[in-house]
Structures are given as C-alpha cells and as structure tokens.
C-alpha cells in the first residue's frame, strides 16, 4: 500500500510529491519493486517526472525499519 501526497517544499520553494510506502519488504516482491522504483526516480532527468530528492526511514533502528 502507498500513499502520495502533494506538499512544498519551504527549502526549495518548489512543489513536491511525497510517497509513503508502507512495508515495502513485507516479501521478496515488495521489496525488488521498492528497491527498482527508488533506483529508476533517482536515475530519470526529464520535466514531466518527478525525482527522488530525499528518502528516509522514520525507524531508529534495522529491526523497526518498515516503512520507506
């Protein structure tokens, strides 16, 4: 499951989509297509698609790390 929401950015001034991704490794599929999406939105340079500035994990440690 994920969730997109649209936002500023008060650094940049800029308008910005963030995705929540919810347990992206609950499985080995979940988890090749989380690892493929974020490699391909910080690899894509074009006008019309939006790419990765940031990514975080809100879990303090390996164990609680979920949530992308």
Same mark, same amino acid.
């Given at each position: 499951m994920t969730c997109v929401n649209s936002a500023k950015d008060s650094v940049r001034?800029?308008?910005?989509a963030i995705k929540k991704l919810?347990? /992206?490794f609950q499985n080995e599929t979940y988890a090749k297509r989380a690892f493929r999406e974020l490699k391909l939105m910080k690899m894509v340079n074009h006008k019309n698609v939006i790419g990765l500035l940031n990514l975080f994990? /809100?879990?303090h440690s390996i164990e609680d790390f979920e949530d992308v």
């Amino acid at each position: 499951m994920t969730c997109v929401n649209s936002a500023k950015d008060s650094v940049r001034g800029e308008r910005i989509a963030i995705k929540k991704l919810v347990k /992206p490794f609950q499985n080995e599929t979940y988890a090749k297509r989380a690892f493929r999406e974020l490699k391909l939105m910080k690899m894509v340079n074009h006008k019309n698609v939006i790419g990765l500035l940031n990514l975080f994990s /809100p879990a303090h440690s390996i164990e609680d790390f979920e949530d992308v």
